[in-house]
């Protein structure tokens, strides 16, 4: 089952967590922590192990991986005893992270990313490859003709023109390529029908979109428990503070909206309306790769009593975000093995803006499907 | 099914509010937010109606009802003109409030309990008489050996000792009149060998501990939220800053130290491990009936990174707490037509300490339990 | 020492409760809580008494005074028993509460302004009026050549073009009158080189800009506490959810940035740098008339060490606007008697953007300055 | 001006921070942040400088220095690099620090430790030794007829019995031994009449108590701030939640009462009332050396208007007290060369309950006092 992740933003600090922590865990350096598939009902023959995976993928950025990694343990990210001691492991990976090609048109753009990741594969000898897009948000992409059908992106996409976002255009690579495909991100990645039609023919599977690290997963479990108790919820209201290179793209306000959008849904979908309120992003660089954000929820009990409730989070977003990497490509590629394609709605428990037309929305319904599907796995 | 609600403790804030809240209910004066059974999933028509119910009680406090009820309006508990709507139905409800009797054997006591009790029953030819204990929480009760049994119980009870605490004996007394019986507070109530006899001997069902209106149910979300994430929570530390009389009961450190291992319970079910940290409860008067709960919970993720979250919530406890008791009544009386006895770990939804030997803890499988429960009652 | 205060937004709450309060106050129904001005340090019979105050001034809205009291009672920002105690002082003070005129030129508007203003001194035989701008917060205004000088402004008036903000008009208005001018709000005012021109001309003092009630006062103590103690402040970033009429017009993104402005000033002059951070202002109806503001900090101690605050500060605006309304009128009513004129920074204390060059931006050094300034009058 | 600085408790966490701070400044490899006496206003050439000072200290513990401060730097309390880089500086200082002496009456103790001090002083050819109690608090010291009076002091000490706490033997053998001293600590210390005799018959200040590092200094800009605006404190309830050494030794009831005491102390002494509520401290021990304290303050404005603000102070105490403890032995020192004696309230700034009959309380006020005071010495 030697599996590989093909991380696209492979230096950016989830992926570099991602790839110390999973060569952490091959050198039993580490625990398992934040990892859902080593949850006792989740446990399962079916997913590769820690030690089948082999890493590589594409970045636009040109620091090396091990710089990075002692970046983010100087950061508090990861330990630094641990960068220390995988500095071998980490020039492995290195040598399987490329610049993202750009040619004349998109077509050969991707013919060029799905070439690198073919390459990968049989360099590894590797059974399959899942691809993972853990890149900065994109700004909410606009709409184009051709984003209807396979057939008709396949002609735009050999003209000179940008038909699709870099997001949509990896995602185009990977599904060419058979591998099956996860957005980790709010962007537009697979969300399209030409590409919904693509992963259908190639009989990959995907997931998606944006992985729930902070606020949304706080929000999965109380709003169910305000509409659990039939509490009247009158506003929710918040601000996420974060510094890293997601909080610089986040702050312009054209992805703010995409990100402020994924975050709200959740509301609605577990309590039945729309309360009053926004989430807010703010790029504030002292504050690094920790975000707070700090959420205040208004809501009125028998008889029309106010009530509130304030939280704050403070936490790590690539520490949060890393395991959940090494989860969805295991699972992914277990789903890919049982020969599952299309959308894969039974990861919902990972994301904020989960796949599918009525997919769960509160975190234990959530959390009972991915069992369920994990177990399914042979 | 006309059903009677019999409220130890029927002065004090939770029972008025109860008691304000059905008549607003049965006068259409108001939505019945908080109310848990008009969940969708819950609504059954093998539960009584809001208009079937009928209030009585006994209390040490001689207050009446309505300046009771004032107090709360003016402390913004209700709403000033609903109390003013329901003077008179208030006033019925004033004319079957007893004060609790005393008499030299706690046997003589337990009947004179019991006789108030038929007596409404008859008077309001109910079918039957949920007792519902609502009263402030007693210190931890000390043991005793006629605890164990019902037949060395009886004999105990007809001496001059005090055998029972008064939350006991009250269910003693409710029980021993064949009424099914509720702990809402974290006191002794029906948690004896002697007591469980005398439940199926009698044929009764009994409900409890401790109604859950505030920190230990976000701790009932959050903690299973950790656990699905396999966040490794470090620490869970919070205070209870709270005003009103159960806040000057708790500030005595033998009930403060009952309530507190019932808040952290939850922890050690849903998380597997019991994390370091206590909660604290302070009386501070000025807060009256809100109270403000803060927790602080330190956790690590992936590679050890240390993280937190921090909460507080402002809750009206009585408005929390007396749509549940209206549940509770509801649900319990239902149970007892169809023929159930003894403990109901079904509804551990509404409790921090629920009954039974493994009962749920996490909020969500809670719900689940109850539904379940409730749609398989006729 | 009879004194006029003609409140502009005179239906607003600020004014409605500054009203009900003077009203309470002078029929001995209420302590002076939050009037700074009864504090040991400050009393002084230089200044007018409750009792001397008499109320009126101009809105757009048409909503009647004991209607928005009776509002402001059931949010809870005035006690409901003190407005049913005051129903004829309202209706006085209601039949001083005129339209605000609109004429072909913003000469003949502040002609009719100043005329109201006038009639109102000679009704009710007053020493003097002192005008306090207390209406929405307005756009932050376009610049024109005509506010350079008060020459120019004249000109420019008697034209039909729109030369000044609402704001500036009604301070142009009032010192025409001859009437010392506040400005509670960040709107423009006095703010503009022609009217400093016609306060001196016409010998009256004016004082502003913007009342300092809750997160600004916050900062006031807490930005100089890590001065004094050389802590590097690294960020400090916040978010007012506010949901009033003043929180819709602030929702507004130009009203918004001249407010978010004036509330980051008092860092930058207080810690002698900028942090990172902003302040954003959000509009949630529900929250009403109550304000939640949250702030964070980030500072860095010795050798470096990361560390941090925060605080959520849930005030009532106008509950804390309205005593300082008073203290401005009355401050500034005895600075005219005293001959004062021109700005008067060392009421400082009360602003959030204080007039002056260089006015001081710590609230124990403004209080100082204030203190110096009362006891100087005679 | 070659002045020791002999710490009592010379390897718990607040003095290894100083010794290590004072060799980073020493060396220039760190800025004096959080140092007030570099403060613009205090920077005088009275102060000895960084360079000038030699350390030195009693200890029962026997972890070395070094040890010491690489815990310090994995916990995130200093730089791992600085630690590094003064590894030779540590070893110096390393030969400085002495067992705590113990002989079999108190008299012979304190003239071991005053010997252990004055051979410091010789080795070192110092112009004086300032000593800092930055020990773990004590419970609350048993008071003994012999603490009246210095002869009767000395006469009691030469008998077998225990008369004085650690901390006060410690004051008294610095005292002996000509040195000005300064309690870091809530300790009994110098508070007793007896040693109040020694200082000024051995001519030397003393300066105390109980630096003020988080929660304290919070309450002594925000209860000003209450007062100026006069407005009510009802309650003010707080927690301290700490892992490090001191938090195991504060949550023994009777040392938790001492500090608890002294932290409240300040609202009265600002507001010029005592609201209600108490101030508590909870060891947990995963929070280490970073303490968070939560404190909610319930106030009522004009009218009555009930509100509230919260705030979470998350801070390293040993970085907070470190450059205190610098900054006092630098002025004490200087105090001593001008021929000062006895208690020194104008260092009221630095601690949470200091001496003096009638200190100021808030902190500006303490802060002119101190700049007053320092600008004072020669």
Not at 73 to 87: C, E, F, I, K
Request: glycine share 8%.
């Amino acid at each position: 089952m030697r599996t590989g992740v093909w991380l696209v933003g492979a230096r950016g600090s989830v992926a570099v967590t991602s790839i110390v922590g999973a060569a952490a865990l091959k050198a039993g350096l580490a625990e398992p922590a934040g990892c859902v598939c080593e949850h006792p009902r989740l446990r399962s023959g079916a997913l590769p192990g820690f030690a089948d995976l082999v890493f590589g993928g594409h970045d636009v950025a040109d620091t090396g991986l091990l710089k990075r990694a002692e970046a983010l343990a100087a950061a508090g990210v990861v330990p630094t005893p641990l960068v220390a001691a995988l500095h071998s492991e980490l020039s492995t990976v290195e040598e399987e992270v490329r610049p993202l090609p750009r040619a004349d048109t998109q077509r050969d753009t991707a013919e060029a990313i799905a070439a690198d990741i073919a390459s990968f594969r049989e360099r590894h000898d590797l059974e399959r490859v899942v691809v993972v897009n853990v890149a900065s948000t994109e700004p909410a992409a606009a709409r184009h003709p051709a984003h209807e059908s396979l057939e008709s992106l396949r002609q735009a996409l050999a003209t000179p023109d940008v038909v699709l976002p870099a997001s949509a255009l990896t995602a185009y690579a990977a599904l060419s390529a058979g591998c099956p495909y996860v957005d980790f991100t709010p962007s537009t990645g697979t969300r399209l029908p030409a590409l919904h039609e693509l992963a259908s023919r190639q009989n990959v599977p995907y997931a998606g979109h944006d992985g729930k690290t902070g606020e949304t997963l706080l929000k999965s479990v109380l709003a169910p428990m305000f509409a659990m108790r039939r509490l009247d919820v009158r506003s929710w209201s918040g601000i996420n503070l974060l510094g890293g290179g997601d909080g610089a793209t986040l702050s312009e306000p054209a992805a703010n909206a995409a990100k402020s959008a994924s975050k709200q849904r959740v509301l609605g979908e577990t309590l039945g309306y729309v309360p009053d309120g926004h989430t807010r992003i703010e790029y504030v660089p002292d504050i690094g790769d920790f975000k707070t954000a700090w959420d205040l929820v208004t809501f009125a009990g028998f008889l029309g009593t106010p009530m509130r409730m304030e939280f704050t989070w403070h936490g790590c977003d690539s520490a949060l975000a890393a395991p959940l990497v090494l989860d969805l490509a295991r699972i992914t590629a277990a789903a890919h093995r049982n020969g599952l394609c299309g959308p894969l709605p039974e990861l919902a428990f990972f994301f904020k803006d989960p796949l599918g037309t009525a997919p769960p929305h509160g975190l234990a319904e959530q959390f009972e499907a991915l069992v369920t599907f994990v177990q399914s796995l042979r």
